[in-house]
């Protein structure tokens, strides 16, 4: 059989595209007689009916990964034996570098024949138990056997029929275990409500008008739920339609003071300018729905996680278990002995790195960073480490001396007040700078970590500066459970939350916040 497929595959690639090209136009029965008459040229001597090349087909497409695409399916067309039907299978493409794969294979495999005799082969009869058979059948050498001709005394109970594409399905099905973990995370994740934007200028317009007049503004943006009062008390001039849509959709309401240049066009820095009161550039005030939605995805997530209790991974009592409160220790991080915080699960480092620029706030240069006694923190366990450009490799090596191997890599996509991507910005030296990296490392061989839940992309809006989006603290409770301890280091205010342990960089801590645990 290897000869056969051997001698068909050369025969393909030394036909090339006159094969599926006039006159041929990729008939099988034309093909046939060119294969016979190529098998004579070549002193092979072997010549095959048309139903043995079929087959011989067949098995080519089987091994190549089809390889050999054909207008209808050889499998469930019924073949004329004795003479060819205009109706039947015509070849129409070939995947030339499949086939170039197995030739390759094909002409270094190495055969060895396997002479299959009595005494040779293995009896339950001799083992006390299938288990024991089961090992001595594992313990066997590896051996592939191909051979033309089956012997007289071989035993078609020990063939193995592989079907490569159910080996396929089962070697990339994900295992049962991440399969229930993933459906627990999708049914007990909270949804935050989504809103579209609304596309149609004269809505903001007419909302601008209304609710932000140059004497109510005089003495800075209101609230949002103000905003909806204002647009409630002038349902008498505002069409329903708009008001509708200013329920359902977000506005971002054009902010028109008197310094405004319309001809300026937008602020490149939008809600995160410093000098918004005197920037003649134009401004937008963002106009969010009511959050409506929220209740009633509360209620539905309630609802399907008390219907379908998936506990994979978790604790007997996790019923019972309630959030750690929110922690934090107001602290010159350099100075404090890790020692005394214990293990945690994972750690979130966020440094203020140095990167040559005068900035608002205190940097961590790179050697005070490499000297933090980080291997006191985790036996075994995560760290996310965020990055900027330049200290990206700093980042890894940072990883590597304090004994974390590198497993991934996540970038946060920032968006400005608009949902656009960020092409202009205050950082970078060559080029703007519209995403960050953090670089994930992992310590040991933890095997409570729920793999494959999230992906390694966030889009999300920036904020104040050095400030982080919420959303990795969703991924990182995601992979480590919610009940496992969590630490963040160089933390802000806005950091604090429940479950975990923030540690304040002494130039970043307020005055409000000075407990020290």
């Known amino acids: 059989m290897r000869s056969a497929l051997e001698t068909i595959t050369n025969f393909i690639l030394e036909s090339k595209e006159d094969l599926i090209q006039d006159p041929i136009r990729g008939k099988l029965c034309v093909i046939h007689n060119l294969f016979n008459k190529y098998n004579e040229k070549k002193g092979t001597g072997s010549s095959y009916t ?39 299978p015509c070849l129409k493409w070939i995947n030339w570098q499949r086939l170039a794969i197995l030739k390759e294979r094909l002409s270094s495999l190495q055969i060895k024949e396997t002479k299959f005799k009595e005494n040779n082969q293995l ?5 006390k138990s299938k288990y024991e058979f089961l090992i001595s059948l594992l313990g066997q050498p590896l051996q592939t056997t191909i051979m033309e001709e089956r012997p007289i005394n071989y035993d078609s109970n020990l ?28 049914r007990k994740t909270r949804m935050k409500p989504y809103y579209e934007i609304c596309d149609d200028p004269q809505h903001c317009h007419i909302l601008s008008n209304i609710c932000l007049k140059r004497e109510l503004i005089k003495q800075g943006l209101p609230e949002l739920l103000y905003t909806h009062k204002i647009i409630q008390q002038a349902h008498n001039v505002i069409p329903s339609e708009l008001l509708k849509c200013s329920q359902t959709k977000i506005h971002y309401l054009p902010i028109l003071n008197n310094h405004t240049d319309l001809y300026l066009g937008d602020c490149s820095y939008l809600d995160t300018c410093h000098k918004m009161k005197t920037c003649r550039y134009l401004h937008y005030y963002s106009l969010f729905p009511i959050a409506a939605k929220q209740d009633e995805l509360e209620q539905d997530i309630t609802k399907r996680s008390s219907d379908h209790e998936y506990t994979v991974g978790e604790c007997y009592t996790e019923y019972q278990r309630k959030q750690i409160p929110a922690q934090w220790i107001n602290c ?13 699960a994972v750690i979130v480092s966020d440094p203020a790195w140095d990167i040559h620029m005068s900035l608002p706030y205190g940097t961590c240069k790179d050697f005070e960073l ?101 959303e990795i603290y969703d991924i990182v409770e995601r992979i480590v459970g919610t009940h496992s301890r969590k630490l963040e280091i160089f933390g802000r205010d806005h950091n604090v939350r ?12 307020s005055d409000k916040d000075t407990n020290i645990f």
């Open 370 to 470: 490499l000297s933090l006694p980080m291997h006191e923190l985790q036996d075994e366990g995560l760290i996310l480490l965020w990055v900027t450009g330049r200290a990206i490799e700093v980042g890894r090596q940072a990883l590597q001396n304090w004994g974390y191997t590198i497993a991934d890599e996540m970038i946060w996509i920032k968006l400005n007040q608009l949902k656009r991507t960020i092409v202009t910005g205050r950082t970078g030296h060559w080029l703007n700078h519209s995403k960050e990296h953090l670089l994930v490392g992992i310590k040991g061989d933890p095997p409570w970590i729920n793999r494959l839940m999230d992906i390694d992309v966030i889009v999300s809006g920036t904020r104040e500066t050095l400030r982080k989006p919420d």
């Open 123 to 127: 009896s339950m009869d001799q083992y």
């Open 50 to 88: 048309f139903q043995a090349f079929i087959k011989l087909v067949l098995k080519l497409c089987d091994i190549s990964g089809r390889a050999l695409e054909f207008d209808i399916d050889l499998q469930e067309y019924k073949w004329n034996e004795t003479t060819c039907s205009i109706s039947e």
């Open 498 to 509: 429940p479950g975990w342990l923030s540690m304040y960089s002494f130039q970043h801590a």
């Open 159 to 186: 063939e193995v029929n592989i079907d490569l594409p159910m080996l396929d399905n089962l070697l990339t099905k994900p295992i049962a275990l991440i399969s229930l973990t993933q459906e627990k995370v999708r």
């Open 332 to 344: 010159d991080v350099r100075y404090l002995p890790f020692l005394i915080l214990g293990k945690f």
